[in-house]
């Protein structure tokens, strides 16, 4: 399709890509800059692109802050649960609706759809005492159960297009084959659909990680169930923010999704063309 | 489809009961609690069981519709959401396109740059965001040469500031899914319509536009989905919903209306609108999938 675009227009096009790709990687550019920027430097009228003193001295102040690492492993084991959680069970729902033909198939693929569109955050009050009743308040259970739940729409609806496209006559011929029914599931369908598996997850990843108002909500009492979210808020104060504990906190929550996001963009990227085709 | 042996009757069903059972738990009964508490009386005191709860009927509809903050901060809601919406959407279309445009290194810092903005957590980019709008040593304020303009003081401002953080950090869905769309269409079919003389225009209205539009589809509803419960940049970019509460949404309003003045009840009616908005969306979107002839 390239070469179809005259020449002036496609160097005009890379052009405004490369000062776009700058902007948007601006944010991200400043907080890192300012995390290893010196106290007295940020907050100084003159903001500079530069710093002529980096410091590690705001990554000191967030891990020396209490429970940091602590709200860091939380987050982590929230989210990587809630992952794998929703991967497996998507996996399993996506292929009852796509390779079996039932009574009720149809009402439940539009229920799913349907729960797609649930605002999660307007059950915040029934889960609360769901959580409080089971004695999961102030636990990391009562972050990932909810997520769990609610990243399982999508990705079952997601996968289907996965499933599909896997061609029965692969069924067909391990069956042939003398393999049973769950050794197809996990040992041919499953690497099979992996791609999407990785697309969903990051979704489900996403939606854990960035978890903001259950972590709020949820864990009152025990703060050391808290997950990075509150944490950065720490240093957070409307009213005098300690911006470079702020950045440091921002940019140490910040990798381990760009580390993650890095590592699947390729599958990501032919993952949703592949979803999308269907 | 498969053929039908002695035991596929319960095969699926084994299959979906992890699935169902943890929907079931953890959305329909909150569901069916959401709507039950929306009719109680339901306040601190009766949560510590000091009095027992009472049945209000509509009772909280009725103070809920009889507050005019409430028909504010719905306006606000659909208004706010539908502009992020819309400027998403544009942003990640055009930028689509262009990626289809250009060589691999732009592409790739594009996409880079773009990933990264999608990675970033809600709470980090309101802070970061904060930080680069901030009047006093902000970035911005200076290469605009605003001065101490603050950004946050204003309703309309505040809003708009929150709308261009959400927007950096959803584009990258919309461009991401609608790149590899475009990608995924036949590269043939583009060139012959090249080679029938068609020019751009016509070929994204006549031949691509027609191949994406269940991407598109997905991508706004999706967009719509997310804009309209926005919670975490509202809350903290305005600090708990703007000063005096200018800049809340139905979200925010919620929370504070449950967890910061135990009005469980009120909350949860909040939460009732909320819910029958986005399904009345649903609904809509269901209907323009039957009638573009998609199979379930």
Same mark, same amino acid.
């Given at each position: 399709m390239n070469s179809l675009v005259r020449r002036p227009w496609r160097l005009a096009a890379e052009a405004s890509a490369l000062v776009i790709a700058a902007v948007v990687a601006f944010p991200l550019y400043w907080m890192v800059l300012s995390a290893f920027k010196p106290a007295g430097e940020i907050e100084s009228? %003159? *903001?500079? +692109?530069?710093?002529l003193a980096p410091t590690l001295d705001s990554f000191r102040r967030v891990f020396g802050q209490q429970e940091f690492g602590r709200y860091f492993v939380n987050s982590l084991v929230v989210a990587c649960t809630v992952v794998i959680a929703s991967a497996l069970i998507a996996f399993l729902a996506a292929t009852a609706v796509t390779r079996f033909r039932f009574r009720f198939r149809t009402t439940l693929l539009i229920m799913f759809l349907i729960a797609q569109m649930v +605002?999660? %955050? *307007?059950l915040t009050i029934p889960l609360f005492f769901l959580m409080r009743d089971f004695g999961q308040l102030n636990t990391l259970g009562s972050l990932i159960l909810p997520h769990i739940a609610f990243s399982l729409p999508f990705a079952i609806w997601m996968l289907r297009g996965f499933v599909k496209a896997v061609p029965e006559a692969l069924e067909e011929a391990a069956h042939l084959d003398g393999a049973s029914r769950s050794r197809f599931l996990w040992q041919i369908l499953f690497p099979l659909v992996f791609p999407g598996l990785v697309a969903t997850s990051v979704f489900s990843f996403i939606s854990a990680w960035n978890d903001f108002l259950f972590a709020k909500s949820f864990i009152i009492s025990d703060t050391s169930q808290s997950t990075l979210p509150m944490a950065l808020l720490v240093f957070y104060k409307p009213e005098e923010p300690d911006w470079g504990g702020v950045m440091a906190a921002s940019t140490v929550m910040t990798i381990p999704v760009l580390i993650f996001f890095v590592l699947v963009q390729r599958r990501l990227v032919s993952g949703l063309g592949g979803a999308v085709k269907d | 489809m498969t053929p039908a042996r002695p035991?596929?009757?319960?095969t699926p069903w084994i299959y979906l009961a992890p699935a169902l059972v943890v929907l079931g738990g953890l959305l329909v009964y909150p569901i069916y609690q959401l709507g039950l508490i929306s009719f109680l009386e339901y306040t601190q005191v009766q949560v510590s069981g000091g009095e027992p709860t009472s049945f209000q009927g509509f009772g909280n509809y009725a103070a809920l519709f009889g507050d005019g903050e409430f028909w504010r901060v719905l306006l606000a809601t659909v208004v706010f959401a539908a502009a992020c919406v819309v400027s998403t959407l544009a942003v990640g279309c055009a930028l689509a396109v262009l990626l289809t445009r250009v060589r691999a290194l732009p592409r790739l810092a594009l996409m880079l740059a773009a990933l990264g903005a999608w990675a970033t957590p809600a709470v980090t980019g309101s802070t970061v965001w904060l930080l680069l709008f901030d009047p006093d040593f902000g970035p911005v304020n200076r290469i605009l040469g605003l001065g101490d303009h603050s950004w946050t003081y204003g309703r309309y401002s505040a809003f708009f500031l929150v709308l261009l953080e959400v927007v950096w950090c959803s584009f990258p869905f919309v461009m991401v899914t609608v790149y590899a769309g475009i990608r995924a269409v036949p590269a043939e079919v583009l060139e012959a319509a090249a080679l029938d003389g068609a020019s751009q225009w016509r070929i994204w209205r006549s031949v691509l536009a027609p191949m994406l539009r269940p991407i598109l589809v997905v991508v706004t509803i999706q967009s719509v989905i997310w804009d309209f419960k926005i919670f975490t940049q509202i809350y903290v970019m305005t600090n708990g919903g703007g000063i005096a509460r200018q800049n809340l949404v139905l979200n925010v309003y919620a929370y504070q209306k449950a967890f910061a003045s135990s009005q469980y009840s009120l909350g949860s009616a909040i939460g009732v609108v909320m819910l029958l908005i986005l399904l009345v969306i649903t609904l809509v979107y269901l209907r323009l999938l039957r009638t573009q002839g998609e199979e379930l």
């Open positions: 009228s %003159e *903001a500079r +692109p530069w710093t +605002p999660v %955050e *307007a | 035991f596929s009757n319960w």
